[in-house]
Nanobody
């Protein structure tokens, strides 16, 4: 059994910052790509940022220069530092990962349960 557990969401004023964390637990041998997605009410889920096992990153245009994705492979954890937050960043943020179990079974696109981020004055 594998779990991706997100934390760090909450309510913040415009211009503020939050740091999201996603910790993977279970019988994991190796985690490959990890990413953060978000889904606002009435909208489709979208990729926010992703990071490979080697540390290569990519971001959706609307967060470039404001958000930073990073990972700690020793802790099986991915982070999303969000600065200069805007009301349009309000959404449920989901962690996503591709990984290999110690049994050799591979999982692609495994989701966490999500954490709410609300940016409002």
């Amino acid at each position: 059994q594998v779990q991706l557990v997100e934390s760090g969401g909450g309510l913040v004023h415009p211009g503020g910052s939050l740091r999201l964390s996603c910790a993977a637990s279970g019988s994991i041998f190796r985690i490959d790509a990890m990413g953060w997605y978000r889904q606002a009410p009435g909208k489709q889920r979208e990729l926010v940022a992703a990071i490979t096992s080697g540390g290569n990153t990519n971001y959706t245009d609307s967060v470039k220069g404001r958000f930073t994705i990073s990972r700690d492979n020793a802790k099986n954890t991915v982070y999303l530092q969000m600065n200069s937050l805007k009301p349009e960043d309000t959404a449920v943020y989901y962690c996503n990962a591709d990984f290999e179990m110690i049994t050799g079974v591979r999982h692609y696109g495994y989701w966490g349960q999500g954490t709410q981020v609300t940016v409002s004055s």
